[in-house]
């Protein structure tokens, strides 16, 4: 109304815009309340919190997707250190998993430093790793020292660990290296033929599967010599045993056999002839191998 004095409760002003709030007025502080607390034009400029998505729920926020509000919209987090919003095993602080390609503690290294016991835990952990060199360590914590092996990610399953690379086998005698001196675990050998031919009885590996010559010692889980299935008969008298579950691999002059044990034994091998001095004048040639484990 006109007057020529203000009447109790009004005032000669006219810029308030909520006049119902006495909080609400120009000048006043902006609060995070969802209201235009300063008469501006502007509902909570300036006092808006950023909040980050958290798609995986592991309580770290995507850095790239942010919304603004008063509090914590659900899905949303204040932190923006995830790395990766799809895992949720994946946040700063997670343990590191070796050999996996992923950066799982957000440090902005990709597997770092860590050794993992075999081929076949790599495998395990990441079963589209690759075929090739690995750094692992056969007892983990223990005393051993990690060792750069060769791992076959591809053959009958993956998870072969090398620990005989072109092994020497005669038919005139055996050299007596013993192979996996590192000490990785396994309970089953593979034997992959490299190059050259050996004839100790039957020719090795020509005679495959029908007659194999070589033989194979782990002391660790049995004594003596013990040979593949078909392993032939002329051993000059010394005792030779099965190997259990052989396996030949069609297609080619590679085969498998269980150790009827896990063992972190070493391997001797040899061709049956050689090892037990018999009939050694016909034994020609040379042949090499590698030996895996898993």
């Known amino acids: 109304p006109q007057a020529c004095a203000a009447a109790a409760g009004w005032v000669a002003d006219s810029t308030d815009c909520d006049d119902v709030r006495a909080a609400v007025h120009p000048g006043a502080a902006e609060a995070c309340n969802g209201l235009d607390d300063d008469c501006d034009g502007g509902v909570d400029e300036g006092v ?14 995507n850095a790239a997707v942010t919304t603004q509000a008063c509090s914590v919209p659900v899905g949303y ?34 597997d770092q430093p860590c050794a993992l016991r075999s081929c076949a835990e790599v495998h395990a952990n990441n079963p589209t790793a690759p075929s090739g060199s690995y750094t692992l360590d056969p007892d983990g914590p223990g005393p ?13 399953g993956g998870g072969w660990t090398r620990v005989g690379a072109s092994v020497r086998v005669w038919g005139t005698g055996w050299d007596g ?9 396994y ?35 049995r004594s003596g010599w013990g040979g593949p299935m078909n392993w032939g008969s002329s051993t000059c008298g010394m005792g030779v045993f099965t190997w259990t579950n052989t396996t030949f691999f069609a297609g080619t002059y590679h085969f498998k056999f269980g150790v009827g044990a896990t063992t972190a034994g070493t391997i001797q091998t040899g061709t049956l002839e050689g090892i037990s001095n018999c009939t050694t004048g016909d034994n020609p ?9 898993r």
């Open 77 to 110: 987090v204040a932190d923006a250190t995830d790395c990766d919003d799809t895992r949720a095993s994946v946040h700063p602080g997670a343990a590191e998993v070796c050999y996996n390609a992923i950066d799982d503690d957000c440090n902005g290294t990709v």
């Open 48 to 61: 808006l919190s950023t909040f980050r998505r958290d798609a995986d729920g592991d309580g770290f926020g």
């Open 187 to 221: 309970s089953e050998v593979l034997v992959r033929h490299v190059s050259g031919s050996v004839h100790a009885h039957c020719t090795y590996p020509e005679g495959l599967p029908g007659c194999v010559n070589l033989g194979f010692q782990i002391p660790a889980v």
């Open 285 to 293: 040639g040379e042949a090499r191998l590698d030996l895996w484990v």
């Open 144 to 156: 051993k020292t990690a060792v750069a092996v060769e791992c076959d990610m591809a053959f009958d």
């Open 177 to 185: 290296t013993a192979w996996n001196s590192a000490g990785f675990s």
